[in-house]
């Protein structure tokens, strides 16, 4: 049985993409910090359609903690699969924050770097000697990376470096087999940033061709299937889920 660790899969794109992987065989580790309960749920919910989940405490912007981290993996990874490696890691924990440049202030700043850039960086690093030779990293970004819209630039600048360093992990890991790829959603319907309601809402939809925004399982879905064997030589690529925005 493959596995796959998911960070912040307690909820939105996480949590669909834990159920999109129990679904497909995998065994599913999910990650959360302030949600136990939700994540706790996921878990419940892939065991009553007869998979088998673990979630497991991480902040992915304290770094010092990722060693310890990676023990209680290799623990969980024995106790319940009996296995001393996983194959599949999806960096995807992230938050997000609405101010112009001109009023952003150095510690938003950094904290958006530190759960969106620094943190999959250094979680990746620890969590390596644990991953199977042909494995695959997949990093969430976004469509801001593509599309400017104002008031998200240090995530979306933030969350182009993730795309860049994907590349990087692709080129450097190659060596092992193990993939890199990015996916980049559009406008989904999570509460990332406090979610989407109302006239921003019908903003969204009315920017995107197909005419509304995304739902989670619409890009767990793609994400689940890109983990797949079927897809083993896409690699490097960031591949936009967002139902046509802005073309």
């Not at 767990?220 to 079927?230: E, P, Q, T």
């Amino acid at each position: 049985m493959k596995i796959v660790i998911i960070t912040g899969g307690s909820r939105g794109i996480g949590a669909s993409t834990a159920r999109k992987c129990a679904e497909a065989g995998m065994g599913v580790i999910i990650t959360y910090n302030n949600h136990p309960q939700a994540a706790a749920e996921v878990v419940n919910n892939i065991a009553s359609q007869g998979g088998k989940a673990v979630a497991l405490k991480l902040d992915v912007t304290a770094t010092a903690t990722f060693p310890i981290f990676a023990q209680a993996v290799r623990a969980e990874m024995q106790k319940t699969w009996a296995r001393s490696t996983f194959d599949f890691l999806m960096n995807n924990a992230g938050y997000g924050r609405f101010n112009p440049i001109a009023t952003v202030t150095e510690a938003e700043f950094d904290g958006l770097c530190n759960v969106h850039l620094k943190g999959p960086f250094f979680l990746t690093q620890a969590l390596l000697p644990l991953m199977a030779d042909g494995g695959q990293i997949v990093n969430l970004t976004s469509a801001t990376t593509r599309v400017a819209t104002a008031g998200v630039a240090p995530y979306a600048a933030f969350k182009g470096g993730l795309e860049v360093l994907t590349r990087y992990m692709a080129k450097e890991f190659g060596e092992r087999r193990i993939r890199a790829n990015a996916v980049s959603p559009g406008a989904i319907r999570t509460d990332l940033g406090g979610g989407l309601s109302g006239e921003f809402e019908k903003l969204l939809a009315s920017q995107t061709a197909l005419g509304r925004i995304g739902e989670p399982d619409e890009v767990g879905g793609v994400i689940a299937r890109l983990l797949s064997d079927d897809n083993r030589w896409i690699n490097a690529q960031s591949i936009e889920v967002a139902g046509g925005y802005f073309i």
